[in-house]
């Protein structure tokens, strides 16, 4: 799918190679035209909203289409898993690159490579029946609510989309343009002030103890910081603890004859 004019120049590459291309406009009405057992090119070179757009019109209709987007480099910087595609492939890619991306593409379907569900990150989060969790902090996906200790965050639906996009990515920072493009959208016109005050707003429900959870990084923007590990601060607690009374039994009652030893 391409709005080019000449669509020989989205990726070059594929007219290299044997398969059978179909060119069709990249609109609602080219989904129902599409064959089966289809790979899908969306050209997302000079138009990101269109694309993202198709992707979720695509997933919204029960189409099991593979996507991978045709990006330029400056595109990587807004795509994310959440849009929902197989794969991405430049628009310089080589012949091989591409029949690669394809051949991948085709075993494994329109799943993303992901983490299993339930499987815990390095950073302590975990993802499992729609539910995303940090610590004692639950953001619940399908039901669009949030919990800290049990009790419910009551969330306006943007705040609720900015906590759950920054949780998605635990520890990666975003600057206000990227969580405006990402939350609002682009078709947005609001300056980068309204992601300032849903900041704001979602430290304050969040409460004093946890506001730090969505953490600033000066001139660049904000991040998730997932909570410690109760657990594991508890261990090293206690650890520290046994450390220092051993180190306190030893000069009690364990010193040794200096006087002997010489």
């Avoid at 989904?31 to 198709?54: G, Q, S, Y």
């Avoid at 990515?169 to 405006?180: C, K, S």
């Avoid at 306190?248 to 200096?258: E, F, K, N, V, W």
Wanted: hydrophobic letters at 40%; charged letters at 20%.
């Amino acid at each position: 799918m391409t709005f080019a004019s000449d669509p020989a120049t989205v990726l070059p590459s594929l007219a290299l190679l044997s398969h059978r291309v179909r060119v069709l406009p990249m609109d609602a009405a080219s989904l129902v035209k599409m064959p089966e057992n289809t790979i899908l090119f969306l050209d997302a070179r000079d138009d990101l909203a269109t694309a993202k757009t198709l992707c979720r019109l695509i997933h919204a209709s029960g189409l099991s289409t593979p996507i991978v987007l045709v990006l330029t480099e400056g595109g990587f910087t807004v795509v994310n898993s959440q849009w929902g595609i197989a794969d991405v492939v430049v628009t310089t890619a080589s012949p091989a690159e591409v029949e690669g991306r394809l051949r991948l593409v085709s075993e494994r379907g329109n799943a993303p490579a992901a983490a299993p569900a339930g499987a815990a990150s390095d950073d302590g989060t975990t993802v499992e029946d729609g539910q995303i969790r940090s610590g004692d902090l639950i953001v619940d996906t399908n039901g669009y609510t949030a919990s800290l200790h049990g009790r419910p965050i009551d969330l306006a639906y943007k705040e609720f989309e900015l906590l759950k996009y920054l949780v998605q990515h635990p520890g990666r920072v975003f600057t206000r343009a990227q969580l405006l493009q990402e939350v609002w959208g682009y078709d947005y016109y609001g300056g980068t002030r309204t992601v300032d005050v849903h900041i704001r707003r979602l430290r304050a429900k969040l409460g004093g103890e946890y506001e730090h959870l969505i953490g600033t990084v000066r001139n660049v923007g904000y991040r998730f910081d997932p909570p410690e590990n109760d657990r594991g601060t508890a261990a090293a607690k206690q650890a520290a603890q046994s450390a220092s009374s051993r180190a306190g039994s030893i000069d009690a009652g364990d010193t040794p004859d200096l006087n002997a030893a010489a």
